[in-house]
C-alpha cells in the first residue's frame, strides 16, 4: 500500500479548492442521493461517508434526519472546506482526517456506509473494503459510487455539460476524465474481485450513469 493512501497528487490546496467549487454544480445529484438513503434509514442511524470531500452529500443529508454522521477525508484540505460548509449549514457533522485503509473507528460503529466517485482514486482497494466491513454493524450496509472505466466519450461530455461548469471548467475536466480518471476506474469485474477479497457476505454490482454501484452486506 502507497503511505499516502491515494493515487495521483490528490486533492490539496487550491487543487481541492476548485474541486469544491466545480461539484456544486452537481448539488441536486447530491440532494437526490441523500433523500434516498435517508429513505432507507431509521432516525439515529450511524452513517459514515468516506471520502465526502467538501462534504455535500454527508450535509445534505443530515438535513433530512436526526442521523449521527462522520466523514472521513485524507485531504486536509477538504476536511477544512467541509467543515466550514456544514457550520454555514447548520449542520453538525464529524468530519475527520484519516485514511481510508486504515479507519480510526472502532468495529461495528455504523449502520451505512457511502462512498462516492472516491473509491477509484483509492492505492489499497481491498484493504479500504475490509475496513469499512469492519467498522459496519453486523447487519450494515455499504454503498459506492463510481466511475467504469468502460463509460464513453460521449458519456463523460453529456455529463459534464449537464453540469454547466463553464467552458474552461468544462474542457478541463474532459481531459481529467480521459487521462487520469479512466485509467484508474475499474471494470464491473475487477470489483467484483474486490468484494470477493474483502470478506462481505454478499455484493451486488448495479449499473449507473458513468459507472455503477456496488452494495455490499455484511
Known sequence: MGDKGYKGIGMKGPIARWYSKVTFNDLEQFRALARRMSSELEQGARVLEVAPGPGYFAIELGK????????????ETFVEIARMNAKREGVTIDFQHGNASS?????????????????????????????MRRVLRSDGRALIIDLRRDASKQEIDAYIEEMKV?????????????????????????????AEQSGFQRYDVLQAPLGFEVWLYK
Open 103 to 131: 479507519m480510526p473507528f472502532a468495529d461495528n460503529s455504523f449502520d451505512l456506509i457511502v462512498c462516492r466517485a472516491a473509491f477509484k482514486n483509492f492505492s489499497a482497494p481491498v484493504e479500504a473494503l475490509r475496513e
Open 64 to 75: 433530512l434526519g436526526k442521523y449521527e454522521i462522520t466523514g472521513l477525508d485524507i485531504s
Open 166 to 194: 463553464g467552458n474552461m471548467n468544462a474542457a478541463f475536466m474532459k481531459v481529467a476524465f480521459r487521462a487520469m480518471l479512466l485509467k484508474r476506474a475499474y471494470t464491473r469485474d475487477e470489483f467484483a474481485r474486490f
